[in-house]
């Protein structure tokens, strides 16, 4: 199993500059990760800010986690993803998702109607375009006849944030695999496994890689570092898709499906994510202090060894 970090959930003061990202991303490549993943929100454009990352690292995979679908079109979207990859001397992985309803139709003020119709047509004219093959594609969402020519592009790995079971049926068939986020353990091994990998599987593809996030912390004080963490991700718990991913696994909130403990609760924590399938870990450090944190960044990297 792969071990990578996720920037940008919580940041010290100094970090949230893009000079504190560049020398994260170095720091990150400096340990040994496999991965690094950069979410794209309200702050910076990911893929613009994974390509600078990619000016400074040599080794490391880079990747969104993810970016939202309905604002950009397609063509927009693989345009930008084989730049990237291209910059990233072909070590970038497009990340896609969906968002959810709050951002796409109550802040941007776009439909969010039919989602998973929206995902299956977006990535009906997305995969071939990050394979770097023409697209002829009709259908009610989008109407496309388009081909790119990126100088120095290779074909861009494509992954898509996938939680129900017709997502994962997309993700499966249309995709190499997904991101999660907010999903415990139980069900990742149960629900989110299993199903995308039937859907691979009866498509004639691999098996679908499964990059789980947790946020983690390496601490005695347990009790502090829920709270902590019950506080800094109250937000998730809301969201009707990653709600029904806790309510799944049995959760009250976040903080019931973070990663805290000790060395030996950590290890086991993470051992039973790799037996559930998962391909990739992929964390969120969530320190209470830069102590806490550092060790939980030099726990994960000798994980990671």
């Not at 990578?4 to 020398?23: A, H, I, K, Q, V």
């Not at 291209?86 to 497009?94: E, G, K, P, V």
Request: with cysteine.
């Amino acid at each position: 199993m792969k071990i990578g970090l996720m920037y940008g959930m919580t940041l010290r003061p100094g970090e949230d500059s893009l000079e504190g990202w560049l020398d994260y991303a170095k720091m990150t490549e400096e340990k040994g990760f496999s991965t690094l993943w950069l979410p794209n929100i309200m702050g910076w454009d990911a893929m613009t800010a994974l390509t600078m990352a990619g000016q400074v690292t040599s080794r490391i995979e880079l990747g969104t986690a993810v970016v939202p679908t309905f604002p950009r079109h397609p063509i927009a979207m693989a345009q930008q993803a084989l730049s990237t990859g291209t910059a990233c001397q072909n070590r970038f992985t497009l990340g896609v998702g969906l968002s959810h309803k709050m951002m796409i139709e109550d802040l941007m003020g776009m439909s969010y109607d039919k989602p998973a119709k929206h995902m299956k047509e977006y990535l009906s004219v997305l995969g071939p375009l990050l394979r770097r093959e023409p697209v002829q594609y009709s259908g009610d969402l989008f109407r496309v006849q388009a081909a790119l020519d990126v100088p120095g592009s290779e074909s861009v790995p494509l992954i898509v944030a996938a939680l129900g079971d017709i997502m994962l049926g997309h993700a499966g068939r249309m995709s190499g695999g997904t991101i999660t986020w907010m999903t415990g353990i139980r069900t990742l091994g149960d629900h989110i496994v299993p199903k995308i990998s039937q859907s691979a599987s009866e498509a004639g593809l691999p098996a679908p890689r499964v990059i789980g996030g947790f946020p983690m912390l390496l601490t005695e004080d347990k009790e502090r570092a829920l709270k902590l963490m019950s506080k800094v991700y109250k937000m998730y718990g809301m969201l009707p898709s990653y709600r029904a991913m806790l309510d799944r696994e049995g959760a009250a909130g976040p903080e019931d499906i973070a990663l805290v403990g000790n060395e030996s609760e950590l290890r086991a924590e993470m051992d039973r994510i790799r037996d559930a399938g998962v391909t990739d870990l992929k964390v969120a450090v969530t320190p209470m202090d830069e102590e806490s944190g550092q060790r939980t960044l030099d726990f994960l990297a000798e994980q990671n060894g």
